[in-house]
T-cell receptor, first 115, second 111 residues
């Protein structure tokens, strides 16, 4: 079946630093990838949609200069949280979409804690 | 604003009972409907997908879709303590379209 690998699973960083999260589709080519953020006891909120080779489309209220998304290949998308602050602490989840029956496949998530 | 609404929870059922989870959506153009299960600290895992009106059964799970009423539900038969989790309803308008999630409902199955 379709597998999406997301790394790291957990990261703690100092306020003001940047953190990069990787999302890889291991056995299929992901034409579209989605990045979500989930705060405790809340649902998944879509941050942005990225298509390979083009600029990401950000949802309203999401700062594109703070959350940098790169989707340089059909198997890899990265989310970089720049100048992280404690309020950026959250659970970040990617979802990859490929052609055919795979549909939406979620990564295992990244727990970001900014101290 | 496309919205997906789920019953406010939490929902508690005894082991062996049927758990009924409901979801309504606002966008009549929605074409794909999903139920995800999410354990605490984990990412969502797909339980069921449904695309046409009617029922779809998979083991102990049955998804029901009524596009006229803009309603989708999930029934869990013979509920087990391991079914205790948050269940998220998600909707998309078509292929390669983003998913819109409901807030989720937490199910607790009492042994």
């Amino acid at each position: 079946g379709a597998v999406v690998s997301q790394h790291p699973s957990r990261v703690i960083c100092k306020s003001g630093t940047s953190v990069k999260i990787e999302c890889r589709s291991l056995d299929f080519q992901a034409t579209t990838m989605f990045w979500y953020r989930q705060f405790p006891k809340q649902s998944l909120m879509l941050m942005a949609t990225s298509n390979e080779g083009s600029k990401a489309t950000y949802e309203q209220g999401v700062e594109k200069d703070k959350f940098l998304i790169n989707h340089a290949s059909l198997t890899l998308s990265t989310l970089t949280v720049t100048s992280a602050h404690p309020e950026d602490s959250s659970f970040y989840i990617c979802s990859a979409m490929g052609a055919g029956p795979y549909g939406y496949t979620f990564g295992s998530g990244t727990r970001l804690t900014v101290v | 604003q496309k919205e997906v609404e789920q019953n406010s929870g939490p929902l508690s059922v005894p082991e062996g009972a049927i758990a009924s989870l409901n979801c309504t959506y606002s966008d009549r153009g929605s074409q794909s409907f999903f139920w995800y299960r999410q354990y605490s600290g984990k990412s969502p895992e797909l339980i069921m997908s449904i695309y046409s009106n009617g029922d779809k059964e998979d083991g102990r799970f049955t998804a029901q879709l009524n596009k006229a009423s803009q309603y989708v539900s999930l029934l869990i038969r013979d509920s087990q303590p391991s079914d205790s989790a948050t269940y998220l309803c998600a909707v998309s308008t078509g292929a390669n379209s983003k998913l819109t999630f409901g807030k989720g409902i937490t199910l607790s199955v009492r042994p």
